[in-house]
């Protein structure tokens, strides 16, 4: 996958945050691993028992998820320091890792991830995104074009099953 730069001043509250997106290296991995924890147990305890989201973000990061992190993520940087990350699979559509760390939260940068990975979807020609919501972020996806309502089990590399919204976006022209 490509790096592309992309540097985007963001006009929103509480601050607007000055970010960069850039294909992760490895040495990201860790940092991607804190944000994935961070970011789930502040904004999924309202939708999972804190004992499910502990077996999901729990322990430290594989070498499984350093090499993923170095082949597929992409990093949302401010000042250097990753705030977000989030991958596609160029092959399939299929959209995974979307997180933003909660000092970072509600600034655009999930949003900009999405628009990018769609950016790069477009650019490959696919005609479909898809992903699978955690029951707290269908209402990110949908405002960002998403559809789907259907609650079903979604089990994770590491053998765990939660519930998740399977969704999907059509990519026109
Ligand atoms: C979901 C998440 C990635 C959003 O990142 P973010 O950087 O805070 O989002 P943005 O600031 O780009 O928000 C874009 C828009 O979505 C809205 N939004 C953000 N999070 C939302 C949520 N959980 N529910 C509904 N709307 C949300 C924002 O208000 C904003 O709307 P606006 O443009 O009208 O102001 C982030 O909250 C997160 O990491 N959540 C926890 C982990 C998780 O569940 N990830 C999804 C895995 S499938």
Known sequence: MAATNLTTMVPKSPEPARFAIRKAVRADADAAWDIRRAAVMSECPSAYPLDQLEQWTGGTASRAF????????????????????????????????????????????????????????????????????TLN????????????????????????TMDCVPMTKRLSG
């Open 137 to 160: 972020a269908a209402s990110f996806y949908r405002s960002l074009g998403f559809e789907g309502d259907e609650i079903a089990p979604y089990r994770s590399p590491r053998g765990l």
């Open 66 to 133: 350093a090499d993923a992190v170095e082949e597929r993520f992409l990093v949302a940087t401010v000042d250097e320091h990753v705030a977000g990350t989030g991958m596609i699979d160029l092959t399939t559509g299929k959209i995974d890792a979307i997180f933003v760390h909660p000092a970072y939260m509600k600034r655009g940068i999930g949003a900009a991830m999405m628009r990018h990975l769609e950016t790069l979807a477009r650019s490959q020609g696919l005609r479909e995104l898809k992903l699978d919501s």
